[in-house]
């Protein structure tokens, strides 16, 4: 008996505020129109919140379906969705495709969101299947691509990723897509070079540089194929290209040359490229790895000299506990203070995120390609500041 007259009471109140909607004065048939699914959530809230499950579940099942209603149909779907009852939301829109009076105009948007609905219940499969049928839509194409190159991401299908972002991309060059398929394109690079295939990979970055010139990742994996054939002073040179491509990433780049340079060159032939850069892109990863070299130059004191001169001006933590340890070696000696600023400084630097993601915030030790967050690629940087860059 409850639960009849909470549904009676759910249908008087849709109903007014549908015939309010429509009926009203004319100041305010601007609105609108009932099927608008942001206007409808905004209305329901106050009927989710305060009729059972039961009877909104109820109401449903009566309710007809016409241009009218299918925004309701949907917008109830989406809410029992968002409230984590994936099950009621799929009931929703299977139940909704079909009943023989949906207009055709709609079906790509149910199908859509039944979709939607699958790959929440982590149904994969099925919510792959509605997605390819949706590839050719005009209106609902582009954003199943989308779904679908995020999903094969997910999954670490990059072959299958690769080909919806061509197929995507068929339809119109984006910036952001060539960036998708150019990172894409990087993860199978990787994979060869894991198999030690350096044709393969090399054939791949070649590739994944045609789609975005800038991709910084691409230059990475190719020093990584030049080291592995011992192109050592080569594989240098492509570290410095990574300052043209995107500064944002210049530490990684020098934290490789530094490493290639120790093992396989001469540290001190750099200091003047060294010098330059860092005129240009200042970050303390680029400032140590200048004193670096020109403590192998010209010594240790011109190296503290220099380091204490552009700590004055730009203060890093890093720097800091670099000058210290610069300072006690010169000295002979440690002293107390000297052991206590530096135990400080790296307490202070060992749980800070190192990466954080310019799109959504996400930050961590650990530099990711793909943010875990948001999906993006290429969004999580070193961090800049006087803890970190």
């Given at each position: 008996m409850?639960?009849?007259?909470?549904w009676?009471l759910?249908?008087a109140?849709?109903?007014?505020?549908?015939?309010?909607?429509?009926?009203?004065?004319?100041?305010?048939r601007?609105r609108?129109?009932?099927?608008?699914?942001a206007?409808l959530?905004?209305?329901?809230?106050?009927?989710?919140?305060?009729?059972?499950?039961?009877?909104?579940?109820?109401f449903?099942?009566s309710?007809?379906?016409?241009?009218?209603?299918?925004?309701?149909?949907?917008?109830?779907?989406?809410?029992?969705r968002?409230?984590?009852?994936?099950?009621?939301?799929i009931?929703?829109?299977?139940n909704?495709?079909?009943r023989?009076?949906?207009?055709t105009?709609?079906?790509?948007?149910?199908?859509?969101?039944?979709?939607?609905?699958?790959?929440n219940a982590?149904?994969l499969?099925?919510?792959?299947?509605?997605?390819?049928?949706?590839?050719?839509?005009?209106?609902?194409?582009?954003k199943?691509?989308g779904q679908?190159i995020?999903?094969?991401q997910?999954e670490?299908?990059?072959?299958?990723?690769?080909?919806?972002?061509?197929?995507?991309r068929?339809?119109?060059?984006?910036?952001?897509?060539?960036?998708?398929l150019?990172?894409?394109?990087?993860?199978?690079?990787?994979l060869?070079?894991q198999k030690?295939?350096?044709?393969?990979?090399?054939?791949?970055?070649?590739?994944?540089?045609?789609?975005?010139?800038?991709?910084?990742r691409?230059?990475?994996?190719q020093?990584k194929?030049?080291?592995?054939?011992g192109?050592?002073?080569e594989?240098?040179?492509?570290?410095f290209?990574?300052?043209?491509?995107?500064?944002?990433?210049?530490?990684?780049?020098?934290?490789?040359?530094?490493?290639?340079?120790?093992?396989?060159?001469?540290?001190?032939?750099?200091?003047?490229k060294?010098?330059?850069l860092?005129?240009?892109?200042?970050?303390?990863?680029?400032?140590?790895?200048?004193?670096?070299?020109?403590?192998?130059?010209s010594g240790?004191p011109?190296a503290?000299d220099?380091?204490?001169?552009?700590?004055e001006?730009?203060?890093?933590?890093?720097?800091?506990l670099?000058?210290?340890?610069?300072?006690g070696?010169?000295?002979?000696?440690?002293?107390?203070?000297?052991?206590?600023?530096?135990?400080?400084?790296?307490?202070?630097?060992?749980?800070?995120?190192?990466?954080?993601?310019?799109n959504?915030?996400?930050?961590?030790?650990?530099l990711?390609w793909l943010?875990?967050s948001?999906?993006?690629?290429?969004s999580?940087?070193?961090?800049?500041?006087?803890?970190?860059e």
């Open positions: 409850d639960i009849v007259f909470q009676l759910l249908t109140a849709v109903a007014a505020g549908w015939f309010m909607g429509r009926y009203g004065r004319s100041s305010a601007s609108r129109a009932i099927s608008d699914e206007s959530r905004d209305r329901l809230q106050f009927l989710f919140t305060n009729y059972s499950d039961q009877a909104v579940e109820n449903v099942q309710l007809a379906v016409s241009p009218d209603t299918v925004g309701l149909h949907l917008s109830i779907g989406a809410h029992f968002n409230k984590g009852e994936t099950d009621r939301a009931v929703i829109h299977q909704l495709l079909a023989p009076e949906l207009p105009r709609f079906s790509p948007q149910v199908t859509f969101e039944l979709a939607l609905d699958y790959l982590g149904l499969d099925r919510a792959e299947s509605l997605f390819h049928q949706l590839m050719g839509d005009k209106e609902y194409g582009g199943a691509a679908l995020e999903l094969y997910q670490r299908e990059w072959s299958k990723a690769g080909q919806v972002a061509r197929t995507l068929a339809g119109g060059v984006s910036p952001e897509l060539d960036k998708v150019a990172y894409i394109t990087c993860e199978m690079a990787d060869a070079l030690d295939d350096r044709w393969a990979a090399g054939k791949l970055v070649k590739e994944a540089l045609e789609h975005d010139r800038s991709c910084v691409a230059t990475f994996i020093v194929i030049l080291v592995r054939q192109s050592y002073k594989a240098s040179s492509q570290c290209k990574v300052f043209e491509q995107n500064t944002a990433f210049g530490s990684e780049a020098i934290e490789r040359l530094m490493s290639l340079e120790r093992e396989h060159g001469d540290i001190k032939r750099l200091t003047r060294l010098k330059k860092y005129e240009s892109w200042p970050s303390t990863s680029l400032l140590l790895a200048v004193v670096e070299s020109v403590e192998k130059a240790r011109a503290i220099l380091l204490r001169e552009e700590l001006l730009r203060p890093s933590v890093r720097g800091l670099r000058l210290v340890e610069l300072a070696y010169e000295k002979g000696m440690t002293t107390d203070e000297g052991r206590l600023v530096s135990r400080i400084g790296h307490l202070l630097l060992a749980n800070r995120p190192i990466y954080r993601c310019v959504c915030g996400f930050s961590g030790r650990q990711h943010c875990p948001c999906k993006t690629w290429e999580v940087r070193p961090i800049q500041g006087v803890e970190a």
